[in-house]
Structures are given as C-alpha cells and as structure tokens.
C-alpha cells in the first residue's frame, strides 16, 4: 500500500500563491506518476495537473494553465503543487493522487492512491 500526505493549504487572497506539498509512503516502488485533484463544495472531483512518469511529460486543466506548477522529487517521494495567481475559483479541496501507471489520463480511475486532502481558500 501507498500512503499520501499533503500539507500547505490555507487562506489567501485572490491574486496570491500557495505551495502545497504531497509525501508518499509505503510502497512507493511502485508509483509512477503523481498528481493533484481538486473538489469545491457540490461539485465532482476534478483533475488539475500531473506529472507522469518518473519526472516526465506534464498534464494541466486548461483552468490552471500559465498559474500552477508540479514538480517532483523523486528521492524524497514528494511532489509540489505551485499556485500563482490564485482565483476565488480555485478553492477546494486538494487532493494528492498516485498511480501505477507510466501515462496515466485525467480520469479518476487512472489513480490508485489518494491523500486525504487539504483545504485551499481563496477570498475575492
């Protein structure tokens, strides 16, 4: 089993950033890619941005594009969500994911391992 923590979400303002950290744990061999979900209140969970691979090719929603950023560091099972230009929009729950697949798509069932989420708020 996999384990995922995250941590950094917060209150800020609109226009600021936010960094939000992911560890994984546990069999960590046998992730390959790793990524960031989001759910507001009411809504289905969606896909934001991933990193397939083992530090590979990146995947964005077109809603983050130009404003966020994920990188990985492999030695220390982690990956980083920068946020810039934060929009009221943007608040959720963010989720951490991973999956043991090589190119995994946006679609939830491509992930196999889940954080239990951190609450990113953004006020207008």
């Known amino acids: 089993q996999v384990q995922m923590v995250e941590s950094g979400g917060g209150l800020v303002q609109a226009g600021g950033s936010l960094r939000l950290s992911c560890a994984a744990s546990g069999r960590t061999l046998s992730i390959y890619s790793m990524g960031w979900f989001r759910q507001a209140p009411g809504q289905e969970r969606e896909f934001v941005i991933c990193?397939?691979?083992?530090?590979?090719?990146?995947l964005y929603a077109d809603s983050v594009k130009g404003r966020f950023t994920i990188t990985r560091d492999n030695g220390k099972n982690t990956v980083y969500l920068e946020m810039n230009n934060l929009k009221p929009e943007d608040t959720a729950v963010y989720y951490c994911?991973?999956?043991?697949?090589?190119?995994?798509?946006?679609?939830?069932?491509?992930?196999?391992?889940w954080g239990q989420g951190t609450q990113v708020t953004v006020s207008s």
């Open positions: 994911a991973a999956s043991t697949r090589w190119n995994p798509s946006s679609d939830r069932l491509n992930w196999d391992y």
């Open positions: 990193i397939r691979g083992s530090g590979g090719s990146t």
